[in-house]
């Protein structure tokens, strides 16, 4: 299984960016699919995640209400969508997938390589 993410780059404080995550051999549609983050300087940090037993998101605080997680099975990819970007949201997100079918975000072992977002001025 080789899991890619793209759509990072370069926005300004309060813009928009989508991310994707899509991954070969398997078929998203049947697995938990989360983000992380990992600023510079930090420990890597959750961002949300959505099950695909029920479509349950979770969410951290500090992303409610901003980042959006979708899927379109027909791509076969899952989108975090991110509005009203803050320059503290700068850094690499990652794309994980559960290693197991309809585990619910439990196991989130299978990692990209992470796409750079950088919010500035």
């Not at 370069?10 to 992380?36: D, K, M, N």
Request: proline share 3%; charged share 20%; aromatic share 10%.
């Amino acid at each position: 299984v080789q899991v890619v993410e793209s759509g990072g780059g370069l926005v300004q404080p309060g813009g928009s960016l989508r991310l994707s995550c899509t991954a070969s051999g398997i078929t998203l549609e049947h697995y938990g699919v989360g983000w992380f983050r990992q600023a510079p300087g930090k420990e890597r940090e959750g961002v949300s995640c959505q099950s695909s037993s029920d479509g349950r998101t979770f969410s951290e605080d500090y992303v409610q209400g901003r980042f959006t997680i979708s899927r379109d099975n027909a791509k076969n990819t899952v989108y975090l969508q991110m509005n009203s970007l803050k320059p503290e949201d700068t850094a690499v997100y990652y794309c994980a997938i559960d290693s197991n079918p309809y585990s619910d975000c439990g196991y989130l072992e299978v990692w990209g390589q992470g796409t750079l977002v950088t919010v500035s001025s």
